[in-house]
């Protein structure tokens, strides 16, 4: 029935269709419902049964419990800051209004730039914002305005994306570049204590905050020199402030075995992260000032902030990732010690995962650079010497 619809429709948006203007529009909505059967004609080697479009699908459900849980602690945060019981119900669909418009946003902004694009370089949609429009939602704190996300999404779009030539091309994470955009943009609504609970009242649900409540993350507070007080439920569990998608450990960890189950993310760049960021962390633990509380979280590092997200969903970009095999190690090794480094040594930036990340996107090809040359002069070698 579906192939039926799109056959239907199909001549009409054809080269001299009354509605060839949103070609790229028709392509991009049927090669999302329907498996394509086009295939290349010359200069093409089968790589994998499965296609771009279908990749990105899956690493939108493996984000969904990610989204879910936040969206429970958006309401959870709300009601808590106010004193006021509320069922499980109540807190997700208090988040659900607050985290959609969001999410709409990121969705029509980002994909309407992609759309323009390819309809004037007369190209097929580029999927690659299947993951980016949900992911940027998901790495802002819940007080961004959404004409501050709009623009931030424009500028990424656009920068970090088309001007290298779109999806597959582009050297830095586009979801990074926006919240990289929004950070340095309005500081002010990116950090601090007041940017991290929702303070207002939709449709009856939740409730409207005092003027000038605030509410630190626990990496916010042991930048300011107070030990964070977590149960280990509350740090697995996501039950505490920040950004919408980051809290949830639990949540995160059900994404990464769908992305390592599915082959999509790779263990050796998913776990490089962490060993990095572990061995630094207990190396700052060990020598760190005593002043310094940021420094002696040990491995809690790994479970504030956005150090896991970022580890599973965002180090493991198949685009702006190291593709050798053996470069996976090191560029998620030094993505985990970054991180940490920024973290305990620069109270400016308290997170430290994006520029980490973002910072060894710069490096990634040259990693995998030395790797071929070096496979490339071992073989060179022994054919010189038979």
Same mark, same amino acid.
């Given at each position: 029935?579906?192939?039926?619809?799109?056959?239907?429709?199909?001549?009409?948006?054809?080269?001299?269709?009354?509605?060839?203007?949103?070609?790229?529009?028709?392509?991009?909505?049927?090669?999302?419902?329907?498996?394509?059967?086009?295939?290349?004609?010359?200069?093409?080697?089968?790589?994998?049964?499965?296609?771009?479009?279908?990749?990105?699908?899956?690493?939108?459900?493996?984000?969904?419990?990610?989204?879910?849980?936040? %969206?429970?602690?958006?309401?959870?945060? +709300?009601?808590?800051?106010?004193?006021?019981?509320?069922?499980?119900?109540?807190?997700?669909?208090?988040?659900?209004?607050?985290? $959609?418009?969001?999410?709409?946003?990121?969705?029509?902004?980002?994909?309407?730039?992609?759309?323009?694009?390819?309809?004037?370089?007369?190209?097929?949609?580029?999927?690659?914002?299947?993951?980016?429009?949900?992911?940027?939602?998901?790495?802002?704190?819940?007080?961004?305005?959404?004409?501050?996300?709009?623009?931030?999404?424009?500028?990424?779009?656009?920068?970090?994306?088309?001007?290298?030539?779109?999806?597959? %091309?582009?050297?830095?994470?586009?979801?990074?570049?926006?919240?990289?955009?929004?950070?340095?943009?309005?500081?002010?609504?990116?950090?601090?204590?007041?940017?991290?609970?929702?303070?207002?009242?939709?449709?009856?649900?939740?409730?409207? $905050?005092?003027?000038?409540?605030?509410?630190?993350?626990?990496?916010?507070?042991?930048?300011?020199?107070?030990?964070?007080?977590?149960?280990?439920?509350?740090?697995?569990?996501?039950?505490?402030?920040?950004?919408?998608?980051?809290?949830?450990?639990?949540?995160?960890?059900?994404?990464?075995?769908?992305?390592?189950?599915?082959?999509?993310?790779?263990?050796?760049? %998913?776990?490089?992260?962490?060993?990095?960021?572990?061995?630094?962390?207990?190396?700052?633990?060990?020598?760190?000032?005593?002043? +310094?509380?940021?420094?002696?979280?040990?491995?809690?590092?790994?479970?504030?902030?956005?150090?896991?997200?970022?580890?599973?969903?965002?180090?493991?970009?198949?685009?702006?990732?190291?593709?050798?095999?053996?470069?996976?190690?090191?560029?998620?090794?030094?993505?985990?010690?970054?991180?940490?480094?920024?973290?305990?040594?620069?109270?400016?930036?308290?997170?430290?995962?994006?520029?980490?990340?973002?910072?060894?996107?710069?490096?990634?090809?040259?990693?995998?650079?030395?790797?071929?040359?070096?496979?490339? +002069?071992?073989?060179?070698?022994?054919?010189?010497?038979?």
């Amino acid at each position: 029935m579906l192939k039926e619809f799109f056959d239907k429709i199909r001549p009409h948006v054809e080269e001299g269709g009354k509605f060839h203007a949103f070609r790229s529009l028709f392509d991009g909505f049927e090669t999302f419902a329907l498996v394509p059967n086009t295939t290349s004609k010359v200069g093409a080697a089968i790589h994998d049964a499965i296609d771009s479009k279908r990749i990105m699908s899956f690493v939108v459900i493996a984000l969904i419990p990610a989204l879910l849980v936040g %969206m429970y602690n958006i309401g959870f945060q +709300n009601y808590k800051a106010a004193g006021v019981d509320a069922s499980i119900i109540q807190m997700f669909l208090y988040g659900l209004i607050v985290m $959609l418009p969001k999410i709409v946003v990121s969705y029509v902004v980002g994909l309407g730039i992609e759309f323009v694009v390819a309809q004037w370089k007369n190209e097929e949609i580029q999927e690659g914002f299947l993951v980016s429009g949900l992911i940027i939602p998901m790495i802002v704190p819940v007080g961004t305005p959404l004409w501050m996300l709009a623009v931030a999404v424009a500028f990424s779009v656009v920068f970090a994306k088309e001007i290298f030539g779109g999806t597959g %091309m582009n050297i830095f994470n586009p979801a990074l570049i926006t919240r990289a955009f929004l950070f340095f943009a309005w500081p002010t609504k990116m950090s601090g204590d007041q940017v991290w609970v929702s303070q207002d009242s939709w449709f009856g649900l939740g409730n409207v $905050l005092p003027d000038g409540f605030t509410c630190a993350t626990p990496l916010g507070e042991a930048a300011a020199g107070v030990a964070p007080q977590l149960s280990m439920c509350e740090m697995f569990g996501g039950l505490m402030p920040g950004s919408i998608g980051e809290t949830s450990v639990i949540a995160i960890a059900i994404g990464a075995v769908i992305l390592l189950w599915t082959r999509i993310a790779s263990w050796k760049t %998913m776990g490089s992260v962490f060993v990095g960021g572990a061995l630094v962390a207990l190396l700052f633990d060990a020598c760190g000032a005593e002043a +310094n509380q940021v420094a002696h979280l040990g491995l809690d590092h790994l479970w504030l902030g956005g150090f896991c997200f970022g580890a599973v969903f965002m180090a493991t970009d198949p685009v702006t990732s190291c593709r050798t095999e053996n470069g996976k190690f090191i560029y998620g090794f030094l993505i985990g010690a970054l991180a940490i480094t920024i973290r305990v040594l620069n109270p400016g930036y308290p997170e430290g995962m994006m520029l980490a990340i973002l910072f060894m996107n710069m490096f990634a090809p040259l990693i995998d650079y030395c790797f071929v040359q070096s496979n490339i +002069n071992k073989r060179a070698k022994r054919i010189s010497n038979k």
